[in-house]
């Protein structure tokens, strides 16, 4: 084994660079300083190089202390994956193993003048050239370490660190992959990642410079490589945000991230079979942003969820005659005419954190809507006063309340929490009076 001892350089490429220049063996392998590796690790990767005639392996990769690790790349092993139409771009340390013929053939080094990210140039590259890629998950190979400070090169650097940062990478993947799905497949995870933390909650605290410089260069890399196939991918929160930093309405911007960290995503505007989130900024003309940027096209069954409340509930009988007074403020405006609300079976479970609201698949049939509705902007303009008298039948069995809406040519089911309201029903054999939790009732002779 070889030490060598040299100077801190800030980050990592300088020493990485200075270890490929003595290196001779027929593979490289890089390990950040914090980090480990499982025993048995180089033994396996090797071997499976070997086998496969492989340029890089990818070992499984875990993090600790709290460090987050992408994981959908570990689904099994495969002696052969592609950057193109895998979780691969989603990662690019290069804690890998190299062949180093590939390397030294193609001069492959790590840019020195990278505070951040130094590491993803050299990997896409080797990727992008390499005859295989194999990826091993039947085991720990690598052990990524948060240091308890957050003090890695990652976590501590700024917005606009980052930003010229991520420009380069982006710059370098575009002279190696010509323009088309292919690169697109490669900078989505930069959109994703990268450009996409840095218009997040700590954004507003940033003075007003740093900011329009944020939005600048984002706005620039925009421009260069986010296709339309790219932009409609993207999710509309991620998208809107892009497109007012492209637009330079750092106004509107700061105001869309503040609203969304303090009181949660903004209703849907329904029109016809289209649905937009009302961020600000929404058909401003002074803004210019197509409606195209504010159109939810993903499954949005969490945000539904999320905007759906109860209000308050009661119950209402006229004679024998029970019903069940709700109102509910739904996370959607417009034409809200779908929105209804019925009885299904199987209440919410108590212990449940959060609603879970899904997508129903085409042909789902829905439980029996009976009753009256009445719909109406709620008063602060966020979503519908969605208000319902349902009449309640006779029945053995819990029933959970449940909303029912049309979104963009898709129908979502919301289970509503009801916090016990009102009392838990029992009704005694003969009796027409409500009454709340109770031991179980004894029939009467001949019921």
């Known amino acids: 084994m070889t030490v060598l001892h040299q100077e801190n350089s800030g980050g990592p490429a300088a020493p990485s660079n200075r270890a490929l220049e003595l290196a001779t063996g027929r593979f490289v392998y890089f390990i950040g300083s914090d980090d480990y590796l499982g025993e048995e690790a180089l033994e396996r990767m090797v071997a499976c190089a070997d086998a496969n005639e492989s340029d890089v392996v990818i070992g499984k990769m875990v993090g600790t202390n709290g460090r987050y690790v992408h994981q959908k790349l570990y689904t099994g092993d495969r002696p052969e994956v592609s950057l193109y139409d895998s979780e691969l771009p989603y990662t690019l340390a290069n804690t890998k193993l190299f062949r180093r013929e590939l390397v030294e053939k193609h001069g492959l080094r790590f840019p020195e003048d990278l505070p951040v990210g130094s590491d993803q140039p050299f990997t896409i590259e080797a990727c992008v050239r390499a005859r295989r890629i194999s990826v091993l998950s039947d085991y720990t190979y690598y052990y990524a370490v948060k240091r308890g400070d957050s003090s890695n090169i990652t976590y501590r650097a700024d917005h606009l660190a980052r930003l010229r940062c991520t420009a380069r990478i982006m710059e370098h993947t575009a002279g190696l992959i010509p323009a088309g799905p292919r690169r697109d497949a490669v900078l989505k995870r930069h959109f994703d990642w990268e450009l996409s933390k840095l218009l997040q909650k700590d954004f507003p605290a940033l003075d007003l410079t740093t900011r329009r410089q944020v939005c600048e260069g984002v706005g620039a890399l925009l421009d260069a490589y986010f296709t339309d196939e790219l932009r409609d991918g993207t999710g509309v929160k991620r998208r809107v945000r892009f497109g007012l930093a492209r637009r330079g309405a750092v106004d509107e911007l700061t105001r869309a991230i503040e609203d969304e960290t303090d009181q ?17 900024g929404f058909r401003d003309a002074g803004v210019g942003l197509d409606d195209l940027w504010y159109e939810a096209r993903e499954t949005v069954a969490g945000r539904l969820a999320a905007g759906t409340k109860l209000e308050s509930a009661a119950w209402e009988q006229n ?35 959060k609603p879970g609201a899904r997508k129903l698949p085409k042909k789902t049939p829905l439980p029996e809507v009976l009753g009256e509705f009445t719909r109406e902007p709620a008063g602060d303009g966020d979503g519908t006063l969605l208000t319902a008298r349902i009449p309640v039948r006779a029945v053995r069995a819990k029933r959970g309340v449940r909303v029912y809406v049309d979104v963009a040519r898709s129908t979502y089911e919301i289970p509503v929490r009801t916090e016990g309201r009102p009392m838990p029903l029992a009704r005694r054999w003969g009796s027409v009076t409500p009454t709340g939790p109770r031991r179980t009732p004894t029939r009467r002779a001949g019921s």
Do not use: M, N
Request: aromatic letters at 6%; a negative charge; charged letters at 15%.
């Open 264 to 280: 949660g995503a903004p209703p849907f505007l329904l029109e016809g079979d289209r649905a937009f989130a009302l961020y600000p």
């Open 319 to 353: 004679g024998e005659d029970l019903g069940l007074a709700l109102k509910l403020r739904i996370g959607v405006t417009g034409d809200t005419s779908s929105a209804v609300v019925a009885l299904a079976q199987g209440a919410l479970p108590a212990s449940a954190d």
